[in-house]
């Protein structure tokens, strides 16, 4: 079985431009979330998706959005950069939303570079 | 003050030590206790989940949880150079809207040498 697969995994833009990341989830996994890891820094939490909605928002500017298809796939974007986006972008998929017997799977992610 | 605290090191041990990793919490809420590793480069890769208090063993690791001190570790015997990564410690909360989000520590570098 595929893991969690997330495209591009490299990429570099300039200050001000727009980004759209995305993430295929496992077969068969509804949840996607969201997390922003700067170097030496544990992942943060930008979403939730489940069955397509929103579950969840962290901190961060209404640059940062995000949607899930049909197909569960979902799609990161991020308007305005600045040099602070520079970052691995991780997805995640579960079956559900976080439960007791689940756990969250990770993608490689994608290494964002703003310039 | 962070939700959750992670000594960042680096630690770095000799071949089939004993590593002890730590982390501490602020939030009473948190039900759900998470360690993942991070290779360079590379996604975190769930290790261990624990719900209740206690020990939880798989293989070389055990991952121990005490909700009265707010306090987890993990402990990783005979440890292997391939055990040489980022390890990350992650909690959730049970229901209402932070259902799902995993709050991370800041991840302690290990280095196992030969």
């Known amino acids: 079985d595929a893991g969690v697969t997330q495209s591009p995994t490299h990429l570099i833009k300039t200050r001000g431009q727009h980004v759209t990341l995305r993430c295929s989830p496992i077969s068969g996994h509804k949840s996607v979330s969201w997390y922003q890891q700067v170097l030496g820094q544990g992942p943060q939490f930008i979403f939730q998706?489940?069955?397509?909605?929103?579950?969840g928002r962290g901190n961060f500017p209404d640059r940062f959005s995000a949607r899930q298809f049909p197909n569960y796939s979902s799609e990161l974007n991020v308007n305005a950069l600045l040099l602070g986006d520079s970052a691995l972008y991780l997805c995640?998929?579960?079956?559900?939303?976080?439960?007791?017997?689940?756990?969250?799977?990770f993608g490689s992610g994608t290494r964002l570079t703003v310039v | 003050q962070k939700e959750v605290e992670q000594d960042p090191g680096p630690l770095s041990v000799p071949e089939g030590a004993i590593v002890s990793l730590n982390c501490t919490y602020s939030?009473?809420?948190?039900?759900?206790f998470m360690w993942y590793r991070q290779y360079s480069r590379k996604g975190p890769e769930l290790l261990m989940y624990t719900y209740s208090s206690g020990n939880k063993e798989d293989g070389r690791f055990t991952a121990q949880v005490d909700k009265s001190s707010k306090y987890i570790s993990l402990f990783i015997r005979d440890s292997q150079p391939s055990d040489s990564a980022t390890y990350l410690c992650a909690m959730a909360r049970a229901g209402g809207t932070s259902y799902g989000k995993l709050t991370f520590g800041q991840g302690t570098i290990l280095t196992v040498h030969p």
């Open positions: 939030n009473s809420a948190f039900q759900y």
């Open positions: 995640a998929s579960s079956f559900l939303r976080l439960r007791e017997a689940d756990g969250y799977t």
């Open positions: 998706y489940y069955e397509k909605e929103e579950r």
